[in-house]
């Protein structure tokens, strides 16, 4: 639908894209997908379950965990309803404002996310420089709080971007470059000058993401002092140990945000194929494999799940 604002015509929806330039091949990725968010809500499932119901898990670095399960399910809630729309129904159509709702929320999500590693950081530092007075320090109300404040950032970094994308007049083509909608993507199709989005968008990436790495980085270094002041060489590995489900983590989710960047800001002659594959393996990338990471890294939970799958082949 369109309607007329002056000169210009305004979108009252768009047409996401499934895979560009074939969407004939869209259902061709529908199981795929499909299985991608079933191990996604299943892994991360697990690990909340597995960490609410075990008393000897309530300490720092689990809640800490869930609080990121409970990320990457919201993210995943918040790309499946286009996903499910595109390549299971054939229905590319989003309304504007549901379009803009669905930015809001991957973005919020997004966001959080790299915040909630920052804050996974911190307890790796804490555990690994202090660890007789860790459960003092990182109480279960300070956890709480440090969540609140993630969230709080992000909802407040976020919030001023709807807005900026209501004020654009929209003409010519209203068909998105994804399968979801994106601040960027949505604001290239805009037929007014984007400067203000573009240098808020920069300002946001720079204070958040970038303040993030940042931030970890940082407290890498000091647990690479306190473990290097370790006198014993069992001990450094084992503390070394601890912190490798977090870096596997970070590797998930900032190398594809980089990728996805670097293809977006001077990858203009490359395939939308390429576009396309990079920016969906940054959105659903970590929440499929953290959830196994930390299954397979963490002796605790790794025990756990064993014990209640043999558990249940004995009833069986």
Sequence with gaps: MLT????????????????PGMPEKNSWMAFPLGLLYTLTFLGNGTILSIIKIDSSLHEPMYYFLSILALTDVGLCVSTLPTMLSIFWFNAPEISFDECITQ??????????????????????????RDPLRYASILTSGVIGKIGVAVLARAICVVFPVPFLIKRLPFCHSNILSH??????????LACASTRVNSLYGLIVVICTLGLDVLLILFSYVLILKTVLGIASWTERLKAFNTCLSHICALLL???PFI?????????KHLSPIVHTLMANVYLLLPPVLNPIIYSIKTKQIRKRIVQVLFRRKGRA
């Excluded at 007329?4 to 895979?19: D, E, K, P, V």
């Excluded at 399968?179 to 290239?188: E, G, P, V």
């Excluded at 990728?259 to 990858?267: P, Q, V």
């Design 4 to 19: 007329m604002n002056g000169s210009h015509i305004n979108h009252h929806s768009f047409l996401l894209t499934g895979i």
């Design 103 to 128: 930015m809001f929320f991957i973005h919020v999500f997004g966001i959080m996310e790299s915040g909630v590693l920052v804050s996974m950081a911190f307890d790796r530092f804490v555990a690994i």
């Design 179 to 188: 399968s979801y909608c994106l601040h960027q993507d949505i604001m290239r």
């Design 253 to 255: 989710l900032y190398i």
């Design 259 to 267: 990728g996805a960047t670097m293809i977006h800001r001077f990858g």
